[in-house]
């Protein structure tokens, strides 16, 4: 039910595969936002590596992390952008 969208129990994380333009660990940032995350119920968090592709793939995400350049990253509500030019995760203190 979860996967085809009919029950949404538990986060579902979205994340591009990365390329040459992400400058930052994908996968790190995935598993540290899913730590931080993990007792939402019901949202799709996508995590995408750059911004030339990620709002456009994360277009049906609740919340976005998508890199803006070396070192940095924009935060996303929805299509709407809501922080700017962040540090990663990695040194987020939550």
């Known amino acids: 039910m ?13 994340s ?10 994908i996968g790190e940032a995935v598993e540290k936002i899913k730590e931080r995350t993990s007792d939402l ?9 750059c911004i030339v592709n990620g709002p456009g793939e994360m277009a ?3 919340y976005g992390y998508v890199g803006a ?6 935060l996303f509500k929805g299509q ?7 540090m990663p995760v990695k040194h987020w203190k939550i």
Request: glycine share 10%; proline share 2%; hydrophobic share 40%.
């Open 69 to 74: 350049g070396k070192g940095k990253i924009n």
């Open 60 to 62: 049906d995400a609740h």
């Open 16 to 25: 591009c595969p990365s390329c040459a333009r992400t400058l930052f660990n």
């Open 41 to 49: 119920k019901g949202l799709k968090i996508a995590v995408m590596g």
């Open 80 to 86: 709407y952008l809501v922080k700017k030019m962040l």
């Open 2 to 14: 979860q996967s085809v969208g009919v029950r949404i129990t538990r986060t579902e994380f979205i």
